[in-house]
């Protein structure tokens, strides 16, 4: 299967915060648990909606919890590179 | 190719069997198929229950949904199909085989199947739908694509094979087209789930 390029420190968080189970996670989001399996080994990317209610969950940013694999190949294929007004 | 799409195929030679056996027994194999299929669903929930208790990668409600009504869909294509193989078989009823009442056998035994296989809780989160729409994207073109075949090959059939085709023929062809996109829609939606759960990402449910 393809590889995705954002990861997640899901596993990490969820035994930092008490260990909650993948189930009970799941339940708190409103997702099935195969969907908190597929996210923690990295083989499903969550819609918005779905990243910023799992940040509401750890209260932590978007950004604490899902990180580019490789941040500078992200910066060189995204980064806006036309002139900036500001 | 994963192991649950295999199961189809296995499931498509399951039914043409029956559908073969009709021809030497006058017998309504229907029930053969539906018992099968009733004991399927038995087997797997079983098997699901203890790999909920062991590896943490039984299949979620709706992806259960989609394995049951493959399978029955599957044994519904392959009985039809063997129909238009062999010319043997009558597709009407009462005329030395049952393969109309088989037919309706086996989707009254998808329904008890159906109702066997509920689970409590049954939510369809947005990784469900999203695997449902690359379903229902092939789904629909296998459609229209074996609809366009089939068109195009009534209007060059040579005049010889046309009183083959009589509207009935050509209503029960339909519905096996019909039945062909579903199995591609369900095959597709099989392969991205098998895709999350191979045993190499096994681990305990309350981990």
Same mark, same amino acid.
């Given at each position: 299967m393809t590889e995705l390029l954002i990861g997640n420190c899901l596993r990490r968080l969820r035994f930092m915060?008490?260990?909650?189970t993948q189930a009970k996670l799941a339940d708190m989001v409103g997702v099935t648990r195969q969907t908190i399996v597929a996210l923690e080994t990295g083989r499903y990317a969550p819609s918005l909606e779905l990243a910023m209610k799992l940040a509401v969950v750890f209260d932590c940013s978007v950004d604490e919890l899902f990180f580019w694999k490789d941040a500078e190949q992200a910066k060189t294929d995204y980064q806006f590179k036309g002139k900036s007004y500001e | 190719m994963p192991k649950s799409v295999l199961f189809l195929l296995c499931a498509i030679a399951f039914g043409c069997g029956l559908a073969l056996i009709s021809i030497y027994m006058a017998f309504p194999v229907g029930w053969v198929g539906g018992l099968a299929l009733i004991g399927w669903v038995l087997i797997a929930k079983r098997r699901w229950e203890d790999l909920q208790a062991t590896t943490g990668l039984e299949p979620g409600g709706p992806e259960r949904k989609v394995r049951f009504d493959a399978v029955g869909i599957a044994l519904l294509f392959g009985h039809s199909m063997a129909g238009y193989a062999f010319?043997?078989?009558?597709?009407?009823? #009462?005329? #030395?085989?049952f393969l109309a009442i088989d037919s309706w056998t086996m989707i009254a035994a998808m329904l008890v199947a159906s109702l066997l296989s509920r689970q409590g809780k049954n939510i369809q989160d947005e990784r469900d739908v999203a695997i449902k729409a690359r379903g229902t994207k092939a789904g629909y073109l296998a459609l229209i694509s074996i609809l366009v075949i089939f068109s195009l090959a009534l209007a060059i059939l040579p005049p010889k094979y046309i009183p083959t085709f009589s509207y009935f023929v050509i209503g029960n062809i339909q519905i096996t087209v019909i039945l062909a996109s579903l199995l591609v829609k369900f095959s597709i939606q099989l392969i991205e789930y098998t895709k999350d759960t191979e045993p190499a990402y096994a681990m305990g449910p309350d981990e």
């Open positions: 915060r008490g260990e909650i | 010319p043997e078989i009558d597709l009407h009823v #009462g005329k #030395g085989n």
